[in-house]
């Protein structure tokens, strides 16, 4: 796990400073009720608003830390990276831009692991990393990883945090949409299971294959999930959308999602699911 190595490199506390200032960053303004939170307690509680309960955004990091049993994971194609097939304009370097910011070659992180003592292949989408958005590495990554699945004969769960398919890499990207979705296929053909986490924010072309698929579909509290966004659709529509229009309770309530679960629980509950679903 080269890349957490290179986070760890980046964590450094400066020393021998005077200054009385108070640090920066120490708190942070919740964007649904707008208390100000301290953000260690913040970090505690999982990064949920102990006031609204507010589910802020998750590394694909903490999002591992939180979800699978300590020690437990193996990646998989760590070194995998999207080229530039279609010569996009400065493609590289938005590549390259994301890559220092998540320390991730790109924008999912795959590999074997145990929740709660079942074993599990997992893949977990990095939003910071231009937008969570799926090119020909993360499509790659993610079908190999069900093909692991299917070859350790274990559950594979997807937690998806995605824009939708790259714009930089044009019909290679929107490829992986049906690259994946047969991977899945197949893998309901082998009896096992598949996991789709939807949390904040699930839109575009994965939201419309892969992250729906799944023989659960779970959602975080609040998540935004559809094709395309509100705004977009009013737009389109020239109508007033319903509230809550495309978040996780509304989803729910029209037969989208089958469960919404709150962060604190969701380990857990991940690890019921295969259980019971294994047999």
């Given at each position: 796990?080269?890349?957490?190595?290179?986070?760890?490199?980046?964590?450094?506390?400066?020393?021998?400073?005077?200054?009385?200032?108070?640090?920066?960053?120490?708190?942070?303004?919740?964007?649904?009720?707008?208390?100000?939170?301290?953000?260690?307690?913040?970090?505690?509680?999982?990064?949920?608003?102990?006031?609204?309960?507010?589910?802020?955004?998750?590394?694909?990091?903490?999002?591992?830390?939180?979800?699978?049993?300590?020690?437990?994971?193996?990646?998989?194609?760590?070194?995998?990276?999207?080229?530039?097939?279609?010569?996009?304009?400065?493609?590289?370097?938005?590549?390259?831009?994301?890559?220092?910011?998540?320390?991730?070659?790109?924008?999912?992180?795959?590999?074997?692991?145990?929740?709660?003592?079942?074993?599990?292949?997992?893949?977990?989408?990095?939003?910071?990393?231009?937008?969570?958005?799926?090119?020909?590495?993360?499509?790659?990554?993610?079908?190999?990883?069900?093909?692991a699945a299917m070859e350790k004969k274990c559950g594979m769960i997807i937690i998806s945090a995605s824009g939708g398919a790259r714009m930089q890499e044009g019909i290679f990207s929107l490829m992986q949409m049906a690259k994946i979705s047969a991977a899945l296929?197949?893998?309901?053909?082998?009896?096992?299971?598949?996991?789709?986490?939807?949390?904040?924010?699930?839109?575009?072309?994965?939201?419309?294959?892969?992250?729906?698929?799944?023989?659960?579909?779970?959602?975080?509290?609040?998540?935004?999930?559809?094709?395309?966004?509100?705004?977009?659709?009013?737009?389109?529509?020239?109508?007033?959308?319903?509230?809550?229009?495309?978040?996780?309770?509304?989803?729910?309530?029209?037969?989208?999602?089958?469960?919404?679960?709150?962060?604190?629980?969701?380990?857990?509950?991940?690890?019921?699911?295969?259980?019971?679903?294994?047999?």
């Open positions: 796990m080269a890349w957490y190595k290179k986070i760890k490199e980046q964590i450094s506390k400066s020393q021998g400073k005077k200054s009385v200032q108070v640090p920066q960053g120490l708190y942070t303004k919740c964007k649904s009720c707008s208390a100000v939170l301290y953000n260690k307690d913040l970090d505690q509680n999982l990064k949920v608003c102990p006031t609204c309960g507010y589910h802020n955004q998750l590394s694909s990091l903490e999002r591992l830390y939180l979800t699978v049993d300590s020690g437990s994971f193996v990646e998989l194609d760590e070194k995998l990276v999207s080229t530039n097939p279609l010569g996009f304009p400065d493609y590289e370097a938005k590549i390259a831009k994301s890559q220092e910011k998540t320390k991730m070659n790109d924008a999912v992180v795959t590999g074997f692991c145990k929740i709660n003592g079942e074993p599990a292949c997992i893949a977990i989408m990095e939003f910071q990393f231009m937008g969570g958005s799926m090119g020909i590495a993360v499509g790659e990554k993610i079908t190999r990883a069900i093909e296929a197949r893998l309901g053909e082998f009896g096992l299971p598949y996991l789709s986490i939807l949390t904040d924010a699930t839109t575009g072309g994965v939201a419309a294959s892969f992250a729906m698929l799944g023989d659960l579909n779970i959602a975080e509290p609040a998540a935004m999930i559809g094709f395309a966004g509100p705004r977009v659709i009013e737009q389109i529509i020239r109508q007033k959308l319903p509230k809550g229009f495309q978040r996780s309770e509304f989803l729910l309530d029209h037969g989208f999602v089958d469960v919404i679960i709150p962060r604190s629980e969701l380990k857990s509950s991940i690890g019921k699911f295969l259980k019971l679903l294994r047999k």
